[in-house]
């Protein structure tokens, strides 16, 4: 059992949370304290519960995010500053955000930002965009002042440049001004901290004992001594030993193996040592990899820097080693003998020919550690009685260096890792040894040793060096169908790597004093190559319009008050689905799903499922009271699959248990027999080969695409893909059903409103109780697809006539639950030669899935937004929906605006490198002006964009900007710089009509108190807060007299899904109606004694439709428009990317709160920088997703925000059409990241630029590392051909 689970189910501390138990998001942090006898010190570790397994923590006192302060008693300052500063959204993540910085201040009271920064890699957010949770902690932080003058014209943050407008600097070390108040925050006192339990002490200094736990499957044995751990083994040679279970774990709970035998040496000292040694440092296996970075660190300090250059390589190896809770726990013995070819220690090691010590009953024996020590994948020549008891890390390696190249830099599995160490012959440049070692090249960590023969006795210079890439790329093959793909850019990154490594050396040759050979130095322009990855702290401006000067006190509407739950997500105390109690009868459901993208069932096959213990029954089609036909706008798809399965994750029945451990082990008993159909379609390419397309394929044309064309100076044909993306939500679909015992009513706790279950339950929707109290983020995911989980919880529980729960793994909601749609766009436009477009034919494929779900919404308004921002006189667009055997796609922030519009930017881009005209001129030139209109005829009126375009280009000195960048770039040839500005328009309202519509239920009752319920969901958008805020103006009360308690149907039924951007325009109106209703009613009875009364009201907003014949009507009630500016820096031979600098200026009409609505805006921005730069959907040709979870699937991190981020809401922008003037926030912002992929597009321009390559290019989206460097085409990537397509079966394909 994990800690995780004990303190959630045994001791119902349900603070921390669940996000993924693969230890990759960080929502599940705790802090283990432990007392070392042999340092006479307590140790404080930030820890992952999710991988902690409950036997490992005797004598360790834990602290959980209850433990150190709740709303009721007294917050911690680490809880009150995250809630204070808006680093809460949903919430989800901040427990462990709180105890990730709880267990820093622990050990640190007075960090500093780099210790800040170190201690959140191992945490997640989706909803905030970090800045805020940054902002917030930087108070706690040792470098002290403002922002040293930085602003523009040399002024302060503190005075503001508009006195109507409030400004928010923060530096790396403090926050000055005033979306929170830091004077507001209780000071830090560590003497204060809870202590270390004494008893624990005088525990831990009695002589340890063996201990053994029982358990229904393992059996756990921690033995005292090192004798006692041989004899064991010898018994047991199978058992595993375990020290941070940070992979036997993962082994477990995802691949399904079972070690029924573990050993845990955590008492053994012999383990945990650490020696000087005659030629290095011999550290234990079991030494953590934070004491092992700990010592490096020391002696890296002290020693001169020749003799310490294996330990500076490990040093930054572990700089990007996973995170920080994962670094406090794993061993350097567990990443050896785990033989990962990917490990990123185990090619630095055999580079520097470490020694490694085995031991057994039979003695001891040493090894080098060199190409014969991975036998195989995943094997090591260890005999199975052997364990590794020590590893020897030597002092002098010249000339050494140490390269991780991985997908995010933060937190991640290595694409290729490597050490490379050469020796030269005494006094010259001839090589004398030369050793480099790779990993993610082969199936275990290899040398490269054909090459390394090759230049011994060579001089090192620019032949060697071309020599070496050619005889890499001869031994460094893949095959093109390898595990893991990319293929190509592995290769290229295995020669690109040692060309870092040459210039490395030759820099450090040149260094020397009195060389007795001729070396020449690096040249300046390469310079850059040789220099380690490195981010800035960040930095950040909020510019916002304040309340007019006579606003009173108590109208909080435009003030930029805290998310009203943040204080209790601080605490843990905000309660979400899984953390509501167990019922004494309740029970656990576990899905079973397909394993076939398309095929016939043939047999379902329960009985060794039955046997498990605890199981209750077996759930699928033949349970179903109602009708097994389901959708949210078409019945197209089933509860569960009937004879049929239409793609991998497809759910067929479920397992209920009495515990969600035997259900999950029943549910993978359960076997299913297939036969399967052909086609199998995954892709849009194989949909378009089929012509497997949903209907109607949908139209949207003005003017007379013809005579644009022929009034064209030029014309091109192009195209891009745009990945989907996973919703992330940090907590995954959770359902719990209770029925009621009568006529069937039922009672749902769950994350949408959608009542879609009594179909299926065969009773009227009234007797269905959907109950949703918050979410822990949503983003469009939990809008209609979390109905396909609580369908079948709610089946279960009827059949079972008890509760029955199921909260789904990470790795089953991403496989089973879609996301955002893939598009591909194919295009033909006509222009000018100034870069005036003429005339656009563009179509649209997307990537539907099994189901249409709400595809054809979400088709419709990718065409709403094929203009993006421009003015095409001749314009067709049409939209295809294929059909294809994925799960199936949905709704996802933007809708499909953002796939529309990231097309439009793509034929901007080709048409400004065809004209050689910039970017941001061509963008310019074709930019509506207010009045004129869209494609689909709908007036431009109270237009800002051109506006937000002016001050964008100011806040971000554009044009200073742009020379430095043209600087930069000519005097650097291994990085580049780009610069992008990129504008938007979205569109808001349903474009579904009767969607449109809100309602609120406002009570009142007689000690003043007000209970205001409305149609909304809160998810981190702070819906509930603007909800209050509407309430509180209207009816001129203050909001602490007004509560949210929940959403439910009961109360506000038929509400709309809470999406579209605009909750807050229609229930906010709602509120508003039904507070003014309540005024109107009680006002002649003001005076007297009120009496409490309710009235429920729906709001029917009557729109204009469009009509998609006759091209007229209005599809939307107004537009939201913004404006990005993004710079950025790529390193061409690896490919990664740094975020240098975004500005952001959006309208958001009269904010109704600058803090939610810049949060908004924050979130949504860095949404789309994973959407556009990170996040890869990876699927089999086969349809098997293999990105099921953080570690293979990376959202941004926080090293991923811009250094500098300015964000401005756009003054004096009043929207007559929406609540209180203000505007939609939710959405629209996420395509402003575009502006980061087409400043990358830019760089590589001007990285093409320098192998004489000019033109359009194609850049699909995401911009990975991949894209990056395979588009910086050069010497070296003309070394590494791609395979020929059709010739070999890929490992995945882009779907
Ligand atoms: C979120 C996450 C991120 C990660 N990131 C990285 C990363 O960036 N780079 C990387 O290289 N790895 C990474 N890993 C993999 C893993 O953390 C490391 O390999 C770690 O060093 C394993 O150590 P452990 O103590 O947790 O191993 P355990 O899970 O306890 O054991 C791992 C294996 O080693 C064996 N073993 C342990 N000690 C001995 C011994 N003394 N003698 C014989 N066998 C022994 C065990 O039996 C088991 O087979 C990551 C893992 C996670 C979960
Ligand atoms: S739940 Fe433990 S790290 Fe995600
Ligand atoms: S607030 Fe961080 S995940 Fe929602």
């Not at 509560?1043 to 809470?1058: A, G, Q, Y």
């Not at 597009?1241 to 991949?1266: N, Q, V």
């Amino acid at each position: 059992m994990t800690l995780l689970i004990f303190l959630r189910r045994k001791l119902s501390l349900t603070g921390t949370k669940l996000g993924c138990a693969e230890g990759g998001c960080g929502a599940c942090t705790v802090m283990v304290s432990r007392f070392n006898p042999h340092h006479n010190q307590i140790i404080h570790h930030a820890v992952n519960a999710c991988l902690a397994p409950l036997c490992s923590l005797h004598h360790c006192a834990v602290t959980t995010v209850e433990g150190i302060g709740s709303v009721a008693s007294k917050l911690h300052p680490v809880q009150e500053r995250i809630a204070k500063a808006h680093g809460s959204q949903c919430g989800f993540c901040t427990p462990g955000i709180v105890m990730s910085m709880y267990a820093l201040l622990r050990n640190s009271p007075q960090p500093s930002m780099q210790d800040m920064e170190e201690a959140f890699q191992g945490n997640l957010c989706r909803c905030t965009g970090y800045r805020p949770i940054l902002e917030g902690y930087k108070t706690f932080a040792k470098e002290g002042g403002c922002c040293r003058s930085r602003r523009k014209g040399n002024g302060c943050c503190l005075t503001s440049a508009h006195e109507e407008e409030h400004v928010s600097v923060s530096t790396t070390n403090v926050t000055c001004q005033q979306l929170f108040d830091p004077s507001e925050f209780m000071p830090l006192d560590p003497t204060q901290e809870i202590i270390f339990p004494p008893e624990l002490i005088s525990l831990g200094k009695q002589p340890p004992r063996s201990l053994r736990f029982i358990g229904e499957r393992v059996l756990w044995i921690q033995p005292s001594s090192l004798n006692e751990l041989l004899e064991l083994k010898a018994v047991y040679p199978a058992a595993k030993l375990v020290v941070g279970n940070t992979e036997v774990g993962i082994e477990m709970k995802f691949k399904n193996l079972l070690y029924p035998v573990i050993l845990a040496p955590a008492y053994i000292q012999e383990l945990s040592s650490i020696q000087y040694t005659e030629n290095g440092i011999e550290f234990g296996a079991s030494v953590t990899l934070t004491m092992l970075g700990k010592k490096l660190h020391e002696e890296v300090n002290k020693l001169p820097n020749y003799r310490t250059e294996v330990f500076q390589a490990i040093l930054e190896q572990l700089r990007w080693f996973a995170g920080q809770q994962i670094r406090n726990v794993a061993a350097i013995g567990g990443n050896i003998m785990t033989a990962s070819p990917i490990s990123d220690l185990n090619p630095v090691f055999m580079a520097a020919g470490c020694k490694l010590t085995l031991t057994s009953k039979e003695g001891k024996r040493a090894l080098q550690m060199d190409d014969k020590f991975f036998s195989g994948y995943r094997k090591t020549a260890l005999k199975p009685e052997e364990i590794l008891l020590s590893i020897e890390i030597p002092y002098t390696k010249k000339y050494f260096s140490a390269f991780k190249q991985s997908t995010r830099k933060e937190d991640d599995i290595a694409t290729i890792t490597c050490g490379m160490n050469v020796v030269f012959q005494q006094g010259s440049n001839i090589v004398k040894d030369i050793k480099l070692s790779y990993g993610g090249i082969a199936p275990t960590t290899v040398l490269a040793t054909a090459t390394c023969n090759r230049l011994i006795g060579r001089r090192w210079g620019e032949e060697l060096m071309e020599d070496a890439c050619s005889s890499l790329a001869e031994e460094m093959t893949l095959s093109p169908s390898a595990p893991g793909g990319m293929v190509t850019y592995r290769r290229t990154l295995a020669i690109s790597l040692f060309f870092k490594f040459y210039l490395t050396v030759q820099h450090k040759l040149a260094q020397m004093v009195k060389p007795t050979y001729v070396c020449l130095n690096v040249k300046p322009n390469y310079a850059s190559a040789i220099e380690l990855f490195h981010v800035d702290s960040p930095t950040s401006v909020q510019l916002y319009q304040a309340v007019p000067p006579g606003q009173s006190t108590d109208d909080m509407v435009g003030r930029p008050i805290m998310h009203l739950s943040a204080l209790k997500q601080a605490t843990g105390e905000a309660v979400y689905c899984d953390d509501i109690p167990q019922y004494e009868n309740g029970l656990y459901l576990a899905l079973v799903t397909s394993t076939k993208a398309h095929a016939y069932i043939k047999s379902i096959e329960t009985d060794d499922a039955m046997a498990v213990p605890g199981v209750v029954t077996f759930v699928s089609a033949k349970d179903l009271p109602g009708s097994n036909k389901t959708g949210p706008a078409v019945c197209d798809e089933t509860v569960f699959a009937d004879n049929k399965v239409t793609c991998v994750g497809h759910i067929v029945g479920a397992i209920v248990a009495d515990t969600q451990a035997h259900a999950q082990t029943a549910a993978k008993a359960v076997k299913i027999s297939y036969e399967e159909i052909q086609p199998v379609i995954i892709t849009i390419q194989d949909a378009i080969t089929n012509q497997s397309f949903y209907q109607p394929v949908r139209t949207i044309e003005k003017g007379d695409l013809a005579k644009g064309f022929h009034e064209s100076d030029n014309i091109l044909e192009g195209e891009i893909h745009i990945g989907g993306q996973d919703h992330f939500y940090l907590e995954t679909n959770c359902t719990l059903a209770v029925p009621q015992g009568e006529d069937g009513e039922m009672e749902l706790f769950v994350s949408t409103q959608s009542a879609l279950v009594a179909k299926a339950l065969g009773v009227p929707a009234s007797h269905i109780v959907c109950r949703v109290k918050r979410m822990g983020g949503g983003f469009g995911g939990k809008e209609s697809r979390s109905t396909i989980l609580s369908t079948v919880v709610a089946v279960a529980a009827h059949k079972v006539k008890r509760p029955v729960r199921c909260m789904l793994d990470r790795d089953e909601d991403m496989l089973v639950s879609g996301g955002r749609h893939p598009f591909f766009g194919r295009y033909k436009v006509g222009f000018k030669k100034n870069g005036k477009v003429m005339a656009l034919d563009v179509t649209y494929y997307s990537n539907v899935g099994n189901s249409m779900d709400l595809s054809l919404s979400i088709m419709e308004r990718a065409l709403f937004h094929m203009d993006n921002c421009y003015n095409i006189p001749h314009i067709r667009g049409t939209g295809y929906m294929c059909k294809t055997n994925l799960p199936s796609n949905t709704a996802f922030r933007g809708f499909g605006g953002p796939q529309g519009m990231m097309v439009s930017e793509s034929w901007i881009s080709d048409v400004a490198l065809c004209c050689g005209v910039p970017a941001e001129q061509v963008r310019e030139i074709n930019l509506y002006k207010q009045g004129e209109y869209t494609p689909f005829n709908q007036c431009l009126d109270q237009f800002t964009i051109d506006r937000c375009w002016k001050e964008c280009v100011n806040i971000s000195d554009f044009h200073q900007r742009k020379a430095r960048v043209e600087l930069y770039n000519k005097q650097h040839r291994w990085t580049k710089r780009g610069l992008s500005i990129v504008p938007t328009k979205f569109g808001i309202s349903f474009t579904a009509i009767f969607l449109n519509q809100a309602g609120a239920l406002v009570h009142l009752y007689t000690d003043g108190s007000v209970l205001l319920t409305h149609g909304g969901t809160e998810m981190g958008q702070g819906l509930h807060t603007k909800m209050i805020q509407v309430a509180s103006k209207t009816l001129g009360i203050p909001t602490s007299k007004i509560h949210i308690s929940e959403t439910s149907t009961n109360t506000v039924p038929n509400t709309s899904p809470t999406a579209a951007s605009a909750s807050s325009d229609l229930n906010g109106m709602a509120v508003y109606n039904a507070c003014q209703t309540l005024l109107q009613r009680l006002d002649p009875y003001k005076a007297r004694n009120p009496k409490g009364s309710w009235e429920d009201w729906v709001s029917i907003y009557v729109y204009l439709g469009y009509d998609f014949e006759t091209n007229s009507g209005h599809p939307f009630n107004y537009f939201s428009y913004g404006v990005a500016v993004s710079e950025v820096e790529i390193d061409c031979l690896t490919g990664s990317h740094k975020n240098l600098h975004t500005s952001i200026v959006m309208d958001v009409g009269k904010s109704l709160n600058p803090a939610l609505d810049i949060g908004q805006v924050e979130g949504a921005f860095m949404q789309g920088v994973g959407l556009f730069t990170l996040e890869e959907l990876r699927y089999s040709p086969q349809g098997y997703l293999y990105t099921r979870g953080p570690g293979m699937y990376k959202i941004p991190a926080f090293g991923d925000i811009p250094t500098e981020l300015k964000v401005s809401l756009l003054r004096d922008a009043p929207n007559e059409k929406a609540i209180f003037s203000s505007k939609a926030v939710g959405e629209p912002p996420l395509f402003l990241a575009a502006s980061v992929f087409y400043a990358i597009k830019d760089a590589i321009t001007a990285a093409r630029a320098e192998s004489g390559l000019s033109g359009p290019f194609r850049l699909d989206s995401p911009a990975t590392p991949e894209r990056i460097r395979n588009a910086c085409e050069d010497k070296f990537t003309k070394l590494c051909p791609p395979p020929e397509p059709g010739t070999y079966t890929p490992w995945d394909v882009r779907v």
